[in-house]
């Protein structure tokens, strides 16, 4: 099994011959093609992926342990297929739209300034997550913890909180429409 360390792969098209199996420990990724490439059973540790496009990618059995994601295009991912032993990951400015994680554990886990439409959370372990200047519109929360999560920047989300933990959750008040979507309620702005 191939094991690399340190190492720096720049604008790498694994899109036509995928990345090689095996464990890549403290390795940086940047401007690097994956899209609709297979990463499956590849383990990945305090790895860093810059400007990336890893949209469609086939994720089952592929283990993220510390792994940041930066500017990176992420369409359609399927995160439940992963490695749940040590899964860790940070989203910086990521495109995540209908990318899935359903059932998986994050607790603490962050997203800053991604874009998040359309992304399955249903039955996601959440607490403590920060979701920092993030769009979810579309975003789908089912049964899902987000007890103390702060949502208090982000935008355009529907959480129903008879389905949700959403205890001691920070909110904006621009936000409370998208908790009461549920009740078919109508706020007025203007009063």
Do not use: W
């Amino acid at each position: 099994m191939n094991f690399t360390e340190n190492k720096k792969f720049e604008k790498e098209n694994y899109s036509e011959s995928a990345l090689a199996a095996g464990e890549y420990v403290e390795c940086e990724f940047h401007f690097c093609d994956f899209s609709s490439s297979s990463m499956a059973g590849i383990k990945f540790d305090a790895c860093t992926f810059v400007e990336c496009n890893l949209s469609l990618v086939k994720l089952s059995g592929a283990s993220f342990q510390d792994v940041t994601f930066n500017g990176c295009k992420m369409f359609g991912l399927h995160f439940e297929e992963c490695n749940p032993f040590g899964l860790s990951f940070t989203f910086n400015n990521c495109q995540l739209n209908h990318s899935s994680f359903y059932q998986l554990k994050m607790k603490k886990q962050l997203f800053s300034s991604c874009h998040l439409e359309e992304v399955d959370f249903t039955e996601c372990e959440l607490m403590e997550a920060k979701f920092s200047d993030c769009n979810l519109i579309g975003a789908r929360f089912e049964n899902t913890n987000l007890i103390k999560a702060d949502m208090s920047t982000a935008v355009h989300y529907t959480i129903d909180p008879t389905i949700n933990r959403i205890k001691k959750a920070k909110f904006a008040l621009s936000g409370i429409p998208g908790l009461l979507t549920t009740f078919d309620i109508v706020i007025d702005r203007n009063v």
